[in-house]
């Protein structure tokens, strides 16, 4: 078994994004009491679009809060699938974070100059307080996919050849993700159940090789347990 991670499961997948969106607001109210911002790197996907919904009728401290992004699609500015406008269209459009103090990836220019922009972002962002990922079918997370070599220490890495669509995409690194005083990986859905099965009985799987400076905690819906 992973012994590197924490695992909490929850009934249901709203469950887990209510249980994640009290984390992320526990968290910030922390973070600013103690350096006076809160750093948080944004995930793509279903359960992080809910736990977004639910922190935007929060009574956060907005303007003390910078957000990242743990990947992005290499797609025009305004396409719907790209992460950066689900997280607006939920969440970021409704609540008065300042506009220099989102930082998306500029993923329209390509995987190369994108991952070059953005790394000097990142690299002057780290620690982050809070990076928040989810996990696909094959164990993959942000843009990093199994069978691929993945570097320890790469802050920003440009992605080619990703197996869904589109291929061309920019992810935060090993490097970045670990560099995290907190992560959290939202897991829901009976789809992930092989791969939460496989990061359990220790595969080498990308989402497995993040762990923060203090390790990582996994929520985890009933549906995706392998055990159920």
């Not at 969440?91 to 998306?104: D, G, N, R, T, Y």
Request: proline share 8%; hydrophobic share 45%.
């Amino acid at each position: 078994m992973d012994e590197g991670s924490r695992w909490h499961r929850f009934d249901s997948a709203e469950a887990v994004a209510q249980a994640a969106a009290a984390r992320i607001f526990s968290a910030a109210q922390e973070s600013i009491a103690e350096r006076g911002l809160f750093r948080v790197v944004l995930a793509g996907g279903s359960t992080p679009k809910a736990t977004y919904a639910l922190l935007r009728d929060m009574p956060a401290q907005w303007d003390a809060w910078s957000i990242y992004f743990g990947d992005e699609r290499c797609l025009p500015p305004a396409h719907p699938e790209r992460n950066s406008v689900m997280a607006r269209e939920a969440w970021l459009a409704h609540v008065p974070i300042p506009a220099e103090q989102v930082f998306e990836i500029p993923a329209e220019l390509g995987p190369e100059p994108a991952a070059q922009r953005y790394a000097p972002v990142v690299d002057g962002a780290v620690p982050f307080d809070l990076v928040l990922l989810g996990m696909g079918e094959d164990g993959h997370t942000a843009s990093l996919f199994p069978g691929r070599p993945l570097d320890d220490s790469a802050l920003v890495a440009a992605v080619f050849d990703a197996p869904k669509p589109p291929a061309e995409r920019v992810s935060l690194g090993l490097g970045a993700l670990n560099a995290s005083h907190e992560v959290l990986i939202l897991v829901t859905g009976e789809g992930k159940r092989e791969a939460v099965r496989r990061w359990r009985a220790c595969e080498d799987l990308p989402v497995a090789r993040v762990h923060g400076l203090e390790g990582a905690d996994v929520y985890v819906d009933t549906a995706a347990w392998p055990e159920a």
